[in-house]
């Protein structure tokens, strides 16, 4: 069982920064392939990016690659996503999610475990 806890989320200006948090429990998180993914209201989810279990691979939707950039500290069994010169239709709810299958863009399909979401409005 592994338990997935987003943090960093908040209110922030267009061009503005923020930095997710997604921190894993147990000793299996270099097990899994990382994922966050986002759901703005009355939209689908979406995947915003991802990462292989070492870190060594990354993918990116077209609508951030060059702003937001994911990271794995498996020391720290710990993900990350730092968002820059965000924009208003980046306001969602992020999850992050964990898949031993794939770090493929449909990852979100074969997740073992997501997390609870942290919110992320930016204002114009």
């Known amino acids: 069982q592994v338990q997935l806890v987003e943090s960093g989320g908040g209110l922030v200006q267009a061009g503005g920064s923020l930095r997710l948090s997604c921190a894993a429990s147990?000793?299996?998180?270099?097990?899994?392939?990382m994922g966050w993914f986002r759901q703005a209201r009355g939209k689908e989810r979406e995947a915003v990016a991802t990462?292989?279990?070492?870190?060594?691979?990354?993918y990116y939707a077209d609508s951030v690659r060059g702003r937001f950039t994911i990271s794995r500290d498996n020391a720290e069994n710990t993900m990350y996503l730092q968002m820059n010169s965000l924009k208003p239709e980046d306001t969602a709810v992020y999850y992050c999610?964990?898949?031993?299958?794939?770090?493929?863009?449909?990852?979100?399909?074969?997740?073992?475990?997501w997390g609870q979401g942290t919110q992320v409005t930016v204002s114009s």
């Open positions: 999610a964990a898949s031993r299958l794939t770090a493929a863009a449909g990852m979100g399909r074969y997740a073992d475990y």
């Open positions: 147990g000793r299996t998180f270099s097990s899994y392939h």
């Open positions: 990462i292989t279990r070492s870190g060594g691979s990354t």
